[in-house]
Structures are given as structure tokens and as C-alpha cells.
């Protein structure tokens, strides 16, 4: 079972600033990583899929990168509408099976 | 526009049976898998499994394997997890979403709370 490891746990940044979520998985995923990111009280939201492809809609001061293990979600210029839990995902291709990171709460300083 | 409806919130007793609603709309829902997702209170996202809706053929993770049961009408485009008998730690948010191009997790239902308790 392929386990993600996401750090921090918690974020505190202050709009403006630029937030950096990493995501480490415990054996290669190739690019096969997507982000999620979830609000208070809302369901999850696709922000990026195949490891730096932004979801429909997704604004551009969300790019992500990575490849294998080591994967990283930045966000330049934080909106107070970015404070969220975002969570990494992992996929198989075959059978269609699915891992979550715990997640990395970004929080207004 | 692809939307995923979920049934609304439940209140069970422990033993009781639930089956709740993942209506489908705007695509092709034969096509493409549904997962179920859990997230217990004030926890992160775990994956329960996934259902093909043309041919009903799902796949549990460990974890669930044996607790819940997917199915499908595909006459109403409509995707279902059910529990025989509910205990209290299935007290939870529960969400569906579509498995698109990929098998990407690209729209999410808007979740069902299931509160179990005596």
C-alpha cells in the first residue's frame, strides 16, 4: 500500500505571501498525483491532476510539480478565499485504487 | 455541467440498515467510475472503494471490505452505498465522486452525514 506523507501539517501565512504544500509518497506514483482542495464545511475540490495540470477553472497562482516520490503544491499570492485544507492523491491505473495524504491545513496569520 | 446530488443528512440508531443516494447528471454515467469516500469528524479524506456503473463491478479497499456495499440503478443514474447494520463509528461525511479521463477524482458530490448513535 502506497502511504502520503504531506508537510506541514499546518500552514499560517498571511495573504500575499506564497504558501508551499509538499507531498512525499513512500514509493514512486510517477505523476499519477492529484491536489484537493477542501473549505470549511464544503466538499473537496480537484485543483490539479497528473502531478502540475490545473483542473478546469483552477486559477493560475496554483501551479504544482513533481514526479515519483516528492511532489509540491505552491500557491503565489494567497487570496483569503486559498485558506483551506488541501489534500494529495494518489491513483493506480489498474485497479482504479485511491490514497489520500492527511492533509496540510493553510491558515491566516 | 456534471453534478453529483447527494441523499440528505440521516440519523441512525446502531443496527439500524442505511442506503444512501449519489444521483449522477451530465454525462455519461455508465462510463465512468463512482468512488465513496469517508471523512470522519474533524479527520482527512480515506477512500472506501469504487463502482463501475455499466457493469456493477466494484472494488473495496481493505478497510471497508465487507461494511458497506455499493450499487447502482443505472436506469436513474444513480450510484449506492449501503450498511446492513450501522455502528457508531460510521458516524461520518460521506462523498462520491466521479472517476473521470484517467481515473481522476474530478467532481465530488456535496456529502451525506450519517450520525449514528443511541
Known amino acids: 500500500e502506497i502511504v502520503l506523507t504531506q508537510s506541514p501539517a499546518t500552514l499560517s501565512l498571511s495573504p500575499g505571501e506564497s504558501a508551499t504544500l509538499s507531498c512525499r509518497a513512500s514509493q514512486s506514483v510517477s505523476t499519477n498525483l492529484a491536489w484537493h482542495q477542501q473549505k470549511p464545511g464544503q466538499a473537496p475540490r480537484l485543483l490539479i491532476y497528473?502531478?502540475?495540470k490545473r483542473a478546469t477553472g483552477i486559477p493560475a497562482r496554483f501551479s504544482a510539480s513533481g514526479s515519483g516520490t516528492d511532489f509540491t503544491l505552491t500557491i503565489s499570492s494567497l487570496e483569503a478565499e486559498d485558506f483551506a485544507v488541501y489534500y494529495c492523491?494518489?491513483?493506480?491505473?489498474?485497479?482504479?485504487?485511491?490514497?489520500f495524504g492527511q492533509g496540510t491545513k493553510l491558515e491566516i496569520k | 455541467e456534471v453534478q453529483l446530488v447527494q441523499s440528505g443528512a440521516e440519523v441512525k440508531t446502531p443496527g439500524e440498515s442505511l442506503k444512501i443516494s449519489c444521483k449522477a447528471s451530465?454525462?455519461?454515467?455508465?462510463?465512468?467510475?463512482i468512488a465513496w469516500v469517508r471523512q470522519l469528524p474533524g479527520k482527512g479524506l480515506e477512500w472506501m472503494g469504487i463502482?463501475?456503473?455499466?457493469?456493477?463491478?466494484?472494488r473495496y479497499s481493505p478497510s471497508f471490505q465487507g461494511q458497506v456495499t455499493f450499487s447502482v440503478d443505472k436506469s436513474i443514474t444513480t450510484a449506492y452505498m449501503q450498511w446492513s447494520r450501522l455502528r457508531a463509528s460510521d458516524t461520518a461525511m460521506y462523498y462520491c465522486?466521479?472517476?473521470?479521463?484517467?481515473?481522476?477524482?474530478?467532481?465530488w458530490g456535496q456529502g451525506t452525514l450519517v450520525a449514528v448513535s443511541s
Open positions: 465522486a466521479r472517476t473521470g479521463s484517467g481515473n481522476i477524482l474530478d467532481y
Open positions: 451530465g454525462y455519461g454515467f455508465i462510463g465512468y467510475w
Open positions: 492523491q494518489q491513483r493506480s491505473n489498474w485497479p482504479p485504487e485511491f490514497t
Open positions: 497528473d502531478a502540475s
Open positions: 463502482i463501475y456503473p455499466n457493469d456493477s463491478d466494484a
